[in-house]
């Protein structure tokens, strides 16, 4: 089975083959896969699923009518090909590419009135099919020897389709076309998650709420590197970063687009005051009407080597443009490809369905949906979003009137764009006059000419290159490598951090929560390794740091700090990264202080100094200086877990356990390691950055979310329910396929205890029930804690009850298995569809360090922010009055680094 999943570096999706649920163990993990994919949130859309069904009721009876006449003129008939739909009586074919639950098959075999639509279960168990398609689609229709003469009808969502099947007279797709539209936008949230900043954004400038919630550092009297150590090497790093895009994007090379709700962005609950109103406008601003781009024709796709297209686009108000807003619009049929009139003769509506933004639904010349759609309610789906990519290094201030000009591409995967050099003003080209799509399907491109660049032979400054004579050659050599590793080629952070991670790393005031963190940390094991001595000793040496999670900020923050001698970073074969870390490292003038390690390296040769050797003992006795105190520091939830749930981050612990449990402390520094494996059997003080993991808990309304993974009943006339089997669900359904219960209804507090996840069956060893929220009834797939951003988890959030901590975990000892429970009250009447989870770190420990701390933690209001958190849904949503109470009950694998969760609903006080 194929399942989308989400590459949360590139920003790109890859078709992941897993096995196929019930089939592997009980460890497999390919059941959560499926169960966290995008096919049960797809399954509930239902505007895609009366669009592909009006769409086909409109194709098929056109094409058996047509099909008839040629049987009643040729007497000569097919034998259907295995894997093709048929209608023998007909000899319609349809083709449903990538059938999944096989809805779409389904829908066509009721719609030409086959003697019986295939089941769930043997369109899902066409193995041939899947492993020969595997291979591409273009083969598979090659070693098909058994296709049809005749075009068959082709119902897809994999684009461009089948093409040698779909190019054959009087062939048709579904959808039939397509169109791509923008929109310049005024969004400063995207502006940094597009490139790190040189300061932190305030919390207005994303629309008045703060990215990470954050406590305020206090350093407690701790000896600091500066108040401006943070903001330099933030400083640091978003002036490379800058220079690295410009450079990187001077050429021809266009930035990629990324994925959002923007619809988050723009709505707000009705329930908020009008202050909080007035600060949501500033989430993201339309600056432009919406404009075509590009149009393709699925019978006749472009080249694979793609079009480009230079469009005008007039502002039609004042702001930055940031970037450019994309979605696409679907005609699912065209005039000709069958019976597109109604009863009366006269022509149908176009059948539009498209993923415009909120603001545009309803006006099809702009990009939204129109005909039999404008009568259905557009709810939240997360399979399909919309996409935005920035314009330039900076944002573009435009003003109403001015024309901003952005050349777009596109090959067989994706679309980029670029804002054109010289815009704003007339520029003396022909506008489109509306119609961006002409010249996107010409492929014409107007070219400005690049104002050439300054070249001198001084270097900065005014200095020559070499310097004078009065400059001495270890100095020349000094310029010389600093100036190369100014000079080497960096990648842009966004090529190898996602955006949430930029959004993250450009926060100052969580940079300095760590740098104050760091200076307690550092004080307190050079205060103990003073003493252990007896009192200061001339020889004491500075700290030895190991960044164990490869974070790059907290390597060159250590690194700048007075008492680190050295820093040690464990750091994977990632090229950019290091040629980050030589840059960095260079610029704020530590280069000579961080070393990176490859982790399986470095643990090999921890491991190797377990049983110090002769000459090791001997060359301990010579070593007149103490050991040098350990500081061993992580920064959760780094880059590659931005798709995670947040436990996950916890890997750092391990590696804290494995370090701390060699008699070595620490395998090789920066500063030799004869002296750090010899001076680790004398007492080496050893010390962690966080201290402490705290596993958080909120009751919350989701209602859009938990509607999206409802159990499957009756889809457009057809029962799906076989399919919960296979799907992670909540809800119930009959035996019949009906829904037991209303979507987003809720059930009432009785007088006893509920479960809020059902068990399967007793178990007599009292285990209780945990892991996601409650399975379909019938066998249904439980659906694991779902990793999602709560402010892009489809809006309607709200926080029931208090804040309260499930779990503590003590990050300075040994890595085991915890439980703990609370009980969340409800503090006004509502209904609660999920359990919010989250993990707040303790950066350091004692009297006056309770500011310390970093969060991954929602904002209380839904606003937008980087971190992700894990989502509990409710087997059904529970009607809380006030003072209601619900049991969480948490469970920590030490073994797995996983979390288990169990939710009672207790019985009124």
């Known amino acids: 089975m194929f399942v989308q999943k989400l590459n949360p570096l590139t920003g790109e999706a890859d078709w992941v083959l897993v096995n196929e649920p019930g089939l592997g163990d009980e460890d497999d993990a390919s059941a959560d896969l499926v169960a966290t994919s995008s096919y049960l949130d797809m399954l509930t859309d239902t505007r895609r699923n009366v669009a592909y069904n009006a769409a086909l009721r409109r194709v098929l009876p056109a094409k058996s009518t047509a099909a008839r006449a040629a049987v009643a003129a040729s007497s000569s008939t097919s034998t259907p090909a295995h894997g093709l739909l048929a209608d023998a009586a007909c000899g319609v074919r349809v083709l449903d590419i990538g059938t999944g639950t096989g809805l779409l098959a389904m829908m066509a075999a009721r719609t030409l009135g086959c003697g019986h639509a295939p089941p769930v279960e043997a369109v899902a168990g066409a193995r041939e099919e899947a492993q020969l398609a595997s291979s591409g689609t273009s083969s598979a229709a090659q070693k098909d020897e058994g296709a049809p003469s005749s075009a068959p009808v082709i119902a897809c969502e994999v684009f461009p389709p089948m093409q040698n099947l779909s190019r054959k007279e009087g062939g048709v797709v579904i959808p039939a076309a397509a169109r791509v539209y923008g929109q310049l936008v005024h969004c400063p949230l995207m502006h940094h998650m597009a490139g790190l900043r040189a300061a932190a954004p305030p919390a207005a400038d994303i629309g008045g709420a703060q990215a990470v919630p954050t406590s305020p550092a206090c350093s407690a009297g701790a000896e600091a590197p500066g108040p401006s150590a943070a903001a330099r090497v933030l400083g640091a790093l978003a002036e490379l970063d800058s220079q690295a895009r410009s450079a990187f994007f001077n050429g021809d090379e266009s930035y990629e687009v990324r994925e959002m709700h923007v619809d988050a ?278 700290a030895e740091v190991v960044v164990v999670d490869g974070s790059l900020a907290l390597a060159l923050l250590s690194a700048c700090h007075p008492l680190v001698e050295s820093v040690t970073l464990l750091q994977e074969g990632n090229v950019a990264a290091g040629h980050w870390l030589k840059a960095s490292a260079t610029r704020l003038g530590v280069c000579g202080k961080i070393k990176p390690v490859r982790p399986d390296a470095y643990f090999k040769l921890l491991a190797a100094a377990k049983a110090p050797s002769a000459s090791t003992k001997a060359a301990s006795a010579a070593v007149s200086r103490p050991p040098a105190p350990l500081l061993l520091v992580s920064e959760p939830y780094f880059s590659e877990f931005e798709q995670l749930v947040p436990w996950a981050h916890l890997r750092f612990w391990r590696d804290y356990d494995v370090i701390r449990g060699s008699a070595a402390g620490a395998a ?208 059904q949503p529970v009607q809380l009055q006030r003072g209601s109470r619900l049991h969480v009950a948490a469970e920590f694998d030490g073994l797995d680094a996983d979390v288990s969760i169990d939710v009672t609903v207790l019985p009124p006080t």
């Open 265 to 542: 962005l723009h709505n707000a609950d009705a329930k908020q005051c009008e202050a909080q109103l007035k600060a949501r406008e500033d989430f993201i601003r339309p600056l432009s009407d919406a404009f075509p781009v590009f149009d393709f024709d699925w019978l006749r796709p472009p080249p694979p080597a793609g079009r480009r297209a230079l469009i005008e686009v007039p502002a039609v108000a004042d702001g930055s443009a940031h970037a450019v807003l994309l979605w696409w619009q679907l005609d699912m049929t065209t005039v000709d490809a069958g019976n597109n009139s109604g009863g009366n003769g006269e022509p149908q509506q176009p059948l539009l369905l498209s993923t415009a933004p909120c603001w545009l639904d309803g006006r099809p010349e702009a990009g939204g949906d129109a005909g039999p759609l404008e009568g259905v309610a557009q709810e939240w789906r997360d399979h399909w979003k919309q996409c935005w990519v920035q314009l330039a290094n900076d944002g573009q201030a435009v003003r109403c009137g001015d024309t901003v000009s952005v050349r777009f591409e596109h090959d067989d995967l994706n679309i980029r764009a670029k804002l054109a050099s010289g815009t704003q003003t007339a520029l003396g080209l022909t506008p489109h006059g509306g119609n961006g799509a002409a010249q996107a399907q010409s492929g014409q491109q107007q070219e400005e000419p690049e104002a050439p660049q300054a070249a001198t032979g001084e270097a900065p400054g005014g200095s020559p290159p070499f310097g004078g004579s009065e400059r001495s050659a270890r100095e020349v050599l000094a310029a010389l490598q600093h100036e190369a590793a100014e000079q080497q080629q960096l990648m842009p952070l966004l090529s190898w951090l996602g955006p949430q991670a930029l959004l993250q790393l450009g926060d100052v005031g969580r940079l300095e929560t760590f740098n104050s963190a760091l200076a307690v940390a550092l004080a307190d094991v050079g205060s103990v390794a003073a003493a252990s001595e007896g009192g200061g000793h001339e020889g004491a040496c500075g």
């Open 668 to 875: 090789p520094s920066a500063r030799g390691s004869a002296r750090a494996a010899g001076g680790a059997t004398r007492g080496r003080r050893v010390a962690t950055l966080p201290q402490r993991a705290r596993l958080l808990a909120v009751a919350a309304s989701l209602p859009e979310l938990w509607r999206t993974r409802h159990a499957l009943g009756h889809i457009e006339g057809l029962n799906l329910s076989a399919a919960n089997a296979v799907l992670g669900v909540v809800g119930k359904t009959s035996a019949g396929g009906a829904a037991l219960a209303e979507l987003g209804g809720a059930t009432q507090l009785s007088g006893g205890e509920q479960r809020a996840r059902p068990t399967d069956t007793d178990d007599d060893e009292g285990e209780s029930a945990s892991g996601g929220g409650g399975s379909g009834g019938g066998g249904g797939q439980p659906l694991p804690i779902l990793p999602y951003s709560v402010w892009q988890a489809g809006g309607g959030y709200a926080e029931l009850s208090q804040r309260a901590e499930l779990l503590s975990l003590d990050c300075s000892g040994h890595l085991g298995d915890e439980e703990g429970g609370v009980v969340l009250t409800a503090a006004c009447e509502s209904t609660c569809h999920a359990v919010v989870l989250w993990m707040e770190y303790d950066l350091a420990s004692g009297s006056g360090q309770e500011g310390l701390r970093v969060s991954t933690a929602p904002s209380a209001d839904g606003a937008p922010g980087p971190s992700v958190q894990g989502v509990y849904l409710l087997p």
